[in-house]
């Protein structure tokens, strides 16, 4: 009898289209790294609080380190595989609602970085709710594999991110999206680090 071999197709490490949709989500794809847009406005903006994580964790600024680490840190690979998934809200007043997606989204995030083989750096929702309390600032994360920086944190204009991966950056006016991506593939011309930086600054001219 023929021995027949099964072969998964990843779109990306060790990850494919079955086990996305298993973690629930819904859209998923690939960004070249140097498509994404960085932004020391984005930055200000999460001074600004409105989420009330700036200051509480290692996971968001200023404890996730500067704007150009950021950068150069996303900057060490070549692709970013973004994912999100929209959820239903009863209005656009909706908090709970968004709350609830927001746990949700939260949840397959941390399953998705559990599951992920090999090296990469994992971005997704703001805050880390790892510990009933976080150490920040008196003491190192005690689980920085654990951990997930945020999009926005590390100066992405989510809704440009969205675009070049052409998924809707908001489904519908009741819907709320959540997003999250994986950087991986490292560059082998080892131009990650300064380099990156200048050119994060150079798009920050541009903005
Ligand atoms: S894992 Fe714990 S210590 Fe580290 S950032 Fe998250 S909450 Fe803070």
């Not at 989204?105 to 090999?118: D, H, N, Q, T």
Request: with cysteine; aromatic share 12%.
């Amino acid at each position: 009898m023929k021995e027949e071999t099964e072969r998964k197709e990843y779109l990306f490490l060790n990850i494919d289209a079955e086990t996305m949709r298993e973690l629930g989500f819904e859209s998923f794809a690939e960004v070249p790294v140097d498509k994404i847009h960085f932004s020391t406005k984005v930055r200000e903006m999460c001074a600004d609080n409105k989420c009330g994580r700036y200051g509480t964790t290692w996971a968001c600024p200023p404890g996730i380190g500067t704007f150009e680490e950021c950068v150069a840190r996303c900057k060490q690979y070549e692709k970013a595989y973004v994912f999100s998934t929209a959820y239903e809200l009863e209005d656009s007043f909706d908090y709970e609602g968004m709350m609830e997606g927001h746990a949700k989204f939260s949840a397959a995030s941390k399953e998705l970085r559990k599951r992920l083989e090999g090296d990469f750096l994992m971005l997704s929702l703001e805050g880390c709710d790892n510990c009933k309390v976080c150490t920040y600032p008196d003491a190192p994360c005690r689980f920085p594999d654990k951990s997930l920086g945020s999009l926005e944190g590390y100066g992405i204009f989510v809704n440009d991110l969205a675009r070049e991966a052409g998924i809707p950056y908001r489904k519908g006016a009741y819907s709320v999206s959540y997003f999250g991506a994986v950087f991986h593939t490292r560059r082998r011309d080892g131009s990650a680090g300064a380099e990156g930086c200048a050119d994060a600054r150079e798009t920050e001219a541009t903005v």
